[in-house]
């Protein structure tokens, strides 16, 4: 089976204002990540994806752009990007840029001139609407709290923002504002870069209410806000947009797209996904993450093993003929995966290797967070002048407004928040953890003399080399990336169970989610298994002919032998 670059590759997310300083400010910039190009070399990743490296105010750190044609100034110049570009690519890693088109800052030329003029070219660049009754035009709740309208004063009209206020949604049914992102996107794709990860791609077209009966105009019960969710995600127009974007960019260039989508399952992306015609090449969604969760993000309840296999198997059964699929376990919006889904306290060395073992075993393109491959984990926060996202303080203030006790929000801010992920980069046990020479922009995490990656740069049985490790595999065991994936015991709690397999190879994968130890193989097969790699048991100490039990947060993998 011939497989696409991207089908095969190990992606690397940065965040660059967290990764590595190169000129004492504090925030993370271009010249940082050049400086870090061997480091990635050596992790032996094939594509890196950069989180928003365009001018921006940073109300929501870069995901609010306000030229995207320029550098985000803390970031660095074009000739740094460009630097930065052959860097990557001449050690045959690919760039991935995230572009944010849902939605642009309020400081970009376009809202400023749609503000300023109505009738002029840029007039119906936005959602503009006058409000009904001194009112927005309907309930719609915004995904980082509050109104999904905001008044301005200047235009004497409501304007549309799911995300933040400073972050009005782009009207995609306007052709001019489709036309300038193509642009934009060809502007990209011609100076090199290898694609793109698409910011909440899915929002594109918003499906309003027409009348004043539907419950979105009215508000819940008491006239509350409602979630906006289900009449913008997947909207009437996204497959038409998609396509004119695959055929006036995407067409045109050896590149990748993946998308973001939110409130996205499995029978929406084969829409996205598969078949010959398809818009997109691979989406992030974000079932898996939220299973440990009820509502929302902020009222966690207790992982579940069964449901996170669930929605894996599905997933892969959907996609599997004509598509393809992607993995992430962390990422800057989420916590730290060894927090979540292992036990950072009681087994930290083992839980972080055995969510590699299985990221990188599972079937599709896994994504790599930044410092996951080291271990990092959720910050404490201690005084709510830390927290440096938006999403994260307007809960908190929310929270506190309502009575509730600060060091409690606090707690749950840092099992939730975003902040966790975006902790600068511990490098090195030296000031700073060797990211800044400066004052970090946002907290560090005080761990960061026993968790960094020169003290496990070349060290047998550290997190990273076991990375490493597992990254190689993928190569030396293409079944890894075009193998079938079939799962054995669904139901049970405890264990993820798997095969890999294509014409050539079978491998078996066990994975423990648990801090007990499972049995599952009878040595009777032992002959018909060859041990290849555990996170526990070296080649040596795992016995002939016998099976021992899995350790807790074991991860093992066989190969099946005489086929
Ligand atoms: O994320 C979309 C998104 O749905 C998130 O806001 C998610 O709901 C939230 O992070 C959960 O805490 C993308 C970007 O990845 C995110 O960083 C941006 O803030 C957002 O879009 C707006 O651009
Ligand atoms: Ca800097």
């Known amino acids: 089976m011939s497989l696409d670059w991207w089908q095969e590759a190990t992606a690397y997310q940065i965040y660059p204002r967290s990764f ?38 940073n109300a929501d750190y870069g995901y609010d752009v306000s030229n995207y044609r320029k550098i985000m100034s803390e970031f660095g110049t074009m000739e740094d990007f460009e630097e930065l570009r052959d860097e990557l690519h001449s050690r045959d890693i690919r760039l991935i840029l995230d572009m944010v088109v849902n939605h642009t ?39 980082f709290g509050g109104a999904a309208w905001e008044w301005d004063e200047k235009r004497q009209e409501y304007y549309l923002h799911l995300f933040h206020p400073a972050q009005p949604d782009l009207n995609w049914s306007n052709f001019k504002v489709r036309e300038n992102v193509y642009d934009i996107m060809n502007f990209w794709l011609e100076k090199g870069v290898d694609g793109f990860r698409l910011d909440v791609i899915n929002l594109l077209s918003k499906n309003f209410p027409e009348t004043g009966t539907d419950s979105a105009d009215n508000g819940g019960a008491n006239g509350e806000l409602v979630d906006c969710t289900p009449f913008v995600a997947n909207g009437p127009r996204l497959q038409e947009y998609l396509a004119e974007m695959k055929s006036e960019v995407f067409d045109n260039f050896d590149m990748v797209a993946i998308g973001e989508v939110i409130a996205t399952d499995d029978r929406e992306a084969k829409k996205l996904v598969t078949g010959s015609e398809a818009p997109l090449d691979m989406l992030l969604h974000f079932e898996h993450v939220k299973l440990d969760q009820n509502e929302n993000k902020w009222q966690p309840r207790s992982f579940s093993l069964v449901e996170f296999k ?19 376990l962390t990422s800057h919006d989420q916590p730290r995966a060894v927090n979540r889904f292992g036990d950072a306290e009681n087994f930290w060395y083992r839980s972080a290797t055995m969510l590699a073992a299985m990221l990188l075993t599972l079937p599709g393109t896994p994504f790599i967070y930044q410092g996951d491959e080291i271990g990092m984990t959720n910050l404490d926060f201690t005084d709510p002048a830390e927290i440096k996202d938006i999403e994260a303080i307007n809960f908190y203030e929310k929270m506190i407004s309502q009575g509730h006790n600060p060091e409690d929000i606090l707690q749950l801010i840092g099992q939730r928040s975003r902040d966790n992920s975006r902790s600068p980069m511990q490098w090195n046990d030296s000031n700073n953890a060797g990211f800044t020479d400066g004052e970090p922009w946002i907290k560090l995490n005080d761990n960061y003399e026993q968790v960094n990656a020169a003290q496990q740069r070349n060290v047998r049985g550290s997190i990273l080399e076991f990375y490493r490790r597992l990254i190689r595999l993928r190569d030396e065991y293409s079944v890894l990336k075009d193998g079938f994936f079939l799962q054995s015991i669904a139901e049970d709690e405890d264990l993820f169970v798997y ?52 350790n807790p947060y074991e991860a093992r993998i066989y190969k099946q032998l005489g086929r």
């Open 310 to 328: 669930e929605v894996i198997d599905r997933w892969y059964r959907s996609l599997y003929k004509g598509g393809w699929n992607a993995y992430y």
């Open 499 to 550: 095969w890999r397999r294509n014409s050539e190879t079978t491998l078996l994968i066990l994975i423990n989610f648990s801090a007990e130890e499972q049995e599952f193989l009878h040595d009777e097969f032992s002959h018909n298994l060859e041990f290849i790699v555990s996170n526990v048991l070296s080649n040596k100490e795992h016995p002939r002919q016998k099976f021992p039990a899995l």
């Open 105 to 143: 800052s309020s400081e970009h030329e376009w809202f400023k001139k749609s503000r300023e003029d109505p009738d002029g070219p840029y007039g119906d660049f936005y959602h503009w609407h006058p409000g009904k009754n001194n009112e927005p035009p309907n309930k719609w709740g915004a995904f």
């Open 20 to 57: 590595q300083d190169s000129n004492g400010d504090g925030i993370g910039d271009i010249r940082g990540i050049i400086s870090r190009v061997d480091y990635l070399d050596y992790l032996g990743i094939d594509m890196v994806w950069l989180s928003p490296i365009f001018a921006s105010p």
